[in-house]
């Protein structure tokens, strides 16, 4: 199984960028999918999660408003939307795989980085 991120990379406070995270090896339709970071310094944290059929999500309470995140089961690819990028928006993001019943799946991570 293996969970692929991209779509990180530098930006300036206020851009948009859109990360993808591609998934081989497992099919994801089962799957919550979620998004964590880890800013330097910092424990890793949750940024957003979508339920297995796409019919909720949640979000920490700092990207709520700017970031959205979104799955396509047919492709078998969760992606996050961040707009309105802020420097503390800066980390490596993570996504993930989640099944109750199940084991979890991590991606190697995607460095962001926002300047002001």
Same mark, same amino acid.
């Given at each position: ?5 991209? #779509? ?61 995140? =979104? ?35 991590? #991606? ?6 926002? =300047?002001?």
């Amino acid at each position: 199984v293996q969970l692929q991120a991209s #779509g990180g990379g530098s930006a300036q406070a206020g851009d948009s960028l859109r990360l993808s995270c591609e998934v081989t090896g497992l099919r994801i339709g089962n799957y919550g999918m979620g998004w964590f970071r880890r800013a330097p310094g910092k424990e890793r944290e949750f940024v957003a999660a979508v339920t297995w059929s796409g019919g909720s999500t949640y979000y920490t309470d700092s990207v709520k408003g700017r970031f959205t995140i =979104s799955r396509d089961n047919a492709k078998n690819r969760v992606d996050l939307q961040m707009n309105s990028l802020k420097p503390e928006d800066t980390a490596v993001y993570y996504c993930m795989a989640f099944i109750a019943t199940g084991n979890d799946y991590w #991606g190697q991570g995607t460095q962001v980085t926002v =300047s002001s």
